[in-house]
């Protein structure tokens, strides 16, 4: 049986890693955590030859991130549940994944902050490079509609309790479908 997948999109610190470990923390099955920082933090890319400029990311970043988009229905395919975390910056890539995840049970879920949280969280973090909450902020949402959309300026234990809650009753059609019927609808003759 296919995993079930709950993608959260949101700027960069946004929440969504907080929120994803309060909404594993609250459901009832087993959850994985799945996010582009878990596999930076693995150390999946050559880092010190990126960094020595022995490789251009310009190079690999698309690859990179196709690569990310094909692996989570494979996961999801294998039986595992997932919950995902994606910034997702352009309307290539949303429609990427709404053709890759064709079939799969996704609940995609907007994550909303005013940009001066976000620009505030991500200087306290000090592992951003100032300025990218503020780009994702510009652009993050204008590619997509949403099965729930949430503001993260509060508790995340009362915002994963809202997200299951909404998630345990949702009807069809999902965002998902909605947004892969526009797109086959748009590319018809």
Same mark, same amino acid.
């Given at each position: 049986?296919?995993?079930?997948?709950?993608?959260?999109?949101?700027?960069?610190?946004?929440?969504?890693?907080?929120?994803?470990?309060?909404?594993?923390?609250?459901?009832?099955?087993?959850?994985?955590?799945?996010?582009?920082?878990?596999?930076?933090?693995?150390?999946?890319?050559? #880092?010190?030859?990126?960094?020595?400029?022995?490789?251009?990311?310009?190079?690999?970043?698309?690859?990179?991130?196709?690569?990310?988009?094909?692996?989570?229905?494979?996961?999801?395919?294998?039986?595992?549940?997932?919950?995902?975390?994606?910034?997702?910056?352009?309307?290539?890539?949303?429609?990427?994944?709404?053709?890759?995840?064709?079939?799969?049970?996704?609940?995609?879920?907007?994550?909303?902050?005013?940009?001066?949280?976000?620009?505030?969280?991500?200087?306290?973090?000090?592992?951003?490079?100032?300025?990218?909450?503020?780009?994702?902020?510009?652009?993050?949402?204008?590619?997509?509609?949403?099965?729930?959309?949430?503001?993260?300026?509060?508790?995340?234990?009362?915002?994963?309790?809202?997200?299951?809650?909404?998630?345990?009753? #949702?009807?069809?059609?999902?965002?998902?479908?909605?947004?892969?019927?526009?797109? #086959?609808?748009?590319?018809?003759?």
């Amino acid at each position: 049986m296919a995993g079930k997948i709950i993608l959260l999109n949101g700027a960069s610190s946004a929440g969504k890693s907080t929120l994803a470990s309060a909404v594993r923390a609250q459901v009832a099955e087993p959850f994985w955590h799945y996010s582009i920082d878990h596999l930076m933090a693995g150390g999946v890319l050559p #880092r010190a030859r990126l960094e020595n400029g022995d490789f251009a990311w310009s190079d690999m970043r698309p690859m990179f991130f196709e690569g990310f988009h094909r692996s989570i229905p494979a996961l999801a395919a294998a039986g595992n549940n997932l919950v995902v975390e994606h910034i997702v910056e352009e309307q290539a890539w949303m429609d990427r994944l709404v053709l890759l995840l064709e079939g799969c049970d996704v609940f995609f879920v907007g994550l909303h902050c005013p940009v001066e949280e976000l620009e505030r969280r991500e200087r306290e973090r000090g592992n951003r490079r100032i300025g990218e909450a503020r780009a994702d902020f510009e652009v993050t949402h204008t590619f997509a509609s949403y099965d729930l959309e949430l503001e993260t300026t509060g508790p995340s234990e009362p915002l994963a309790r809202a997200l299951l809650s909404a998630w345990a009753c #949702r009807t069809p059609p999902s965002a998902f479908s909605s947004m892969l019927r526009r797109l #086959r609808r748009a590319s018809a003759p």
